[in-house]
């Protein structure tokens, strides 16, 4: 194994050769004894080596060339090579250590390549934060690269965290229960509840090559629960959001907001506080990672799922008063009221608008 002590780079290197020293560094330690510990050195860019040697007898003298000298990890044309086509640095020090094709590189990788063969980077992207620093900081390269692999460090990590724990936790099925149950729009829908404190096994739920559900329940060992849906699905939270916070009330003891539209509205309302709606996102927090402080729910996990069943399934109605429901017509009154009446669903709601002007036709009103 080769002993490396330098890497080399061409001056001001882009976040392609920055991510493919981040990659030797970090996964390269089996090809090449010390690279962790290698310090980076910078060339003028170019297909040569300043004393026209090999980059095989640089790397024999503990020299990694990326980027330049026309070597396996140079994609630019040279004199005596044309430009390796579809690759960059990052690809080629990937496919050297066989790392290309690892489901947590593929994210990160996709980015390096359309930044480095196509341009058009936003101006707040990594790639176009790492030439401002080269730019503010002209005479010590270091600085941006030092930034550059702490957020690539960090993205990468998740993303291995991702497709490894996350993963396995959402499949093992301990913790993980999957049904598939009736949608808003007449289709299916899969609902995960998920416990486990790692916020990543829910994303992993909504991912359509992981889970692949359009809602999930999560709840933390400190009993907090949060809802999220697929926003692919289109699917909203309102009806949800109202049943939710009727039921923390009544579970509480403490009836305080009854209004429905007060119910479904973004934020906190009084007697559910504990319970914040974010409507852009289309999520329903009962805690977070920025508000740890927020106690815990006092619904059990199961009623919520079946709150939200009822949310979600514009064909489900109180089992008694069913069979007229599901015809239009609604039979609640003052003196015989629909248990169901209370939670203000869309579907009652209209239901009843129509029996009350059809009562108000016939009686010639």
Request: proline share 3%; hydrophobic share 35%; aromatic share 8%.
């Amino acid at each position: 194994m080769k002993m490396i002590k330098r890497i080399v780079t061409h001056r001001f290197p882009h976040l392609d050769e920055i991510f493919a020293i981040w990659l030797l560094k970090n996964f390269g330690g089996e090809r090449f004894n010390n690279i962790a510990n290698a310090t980076i050195v910078y060339w003028e860019s170019g297909g040569v080596t300043p004393d026209g040697r090999t980059t095989e007898e640089w790397e024999a003298d503990g020299y990694l060339l990326v980027g330049v000298g026309g070597g396996r990890f140079d994609e630019h044309p040279t004199t005596t090579q044309d430009r390796k086509e579809d690759d960059c640095a990052a690809t080629l020090v990937a496919k050297y250590l066989g790392i290309i094709n690892e489901p947590w590189l593929q994210t990160t990788m996709d980015f390096i390549v359309r930044d480095d063969l196509k341009g058009g980077a936003g101006q707040f992207d990594i790639g176009a934060i790492a030439k401002l620093l080269h730019q503010q900081y002209p005479n010590d390269p270091d600085a941006a690269i030092e930034w550059v692999m702490i957020g690539l460090g960090a993205k990468i990590k998740e993303q291995i965290s991702f497709w490894g724990d996350a993963r396995r936790e959402f499949e093992n099925g301990d913790n993980t229960k999957v049904e598939t149950v009736a949608g808003p729009h007449g289709e299916d829908i899969r609902i995960a509840v998920i416990r486990s404190d790692n916020p990543q096994v829910g994303k992993y739920a909504r991912f359509a090559e992981g889970g692949n559900t359009q809602v999930v329940v999560q709840q933390r060992s400190t009993g907090n629960i949060q809802i999220f849906t697929d926003h692919r699905s289109g699917i909203t939270l309102y009806e949800t959001v109202r049943l939710i916070r009727l039921e923390e009330q009544d579970i509480s003891g403490r009836i305080v907001t009854t209004d429905w539209d007060e119910l479904e509205s973004e934020g906190a309302v009084a007697g559910a506080e504990n319970w914040f709606f974010q409507e852009h996102g289309m999520m329903l927090l009962n805690g977070s990672l920025t508000a740890l402080g927020v106690a815990p729910t006092k619904i059990p996990i199961e009623t919520i799922v079946k709150l939200i069943k009822v949310a979600m399934n514009p064909n489900d109605f109180q089992r008694d008063r069913a069979g007229s429901c599901r015809q239009g017509i609604c039979k609640s009154t003052q003196q015989d009221e629909c248990p169901w009446y209370y939670m203000g669903l869309r579907r009652c709601r209209r239901n009843l608008f129509n029996t009350r002007n059809q009562t108000r036709a016939a009686n010639g009103r």
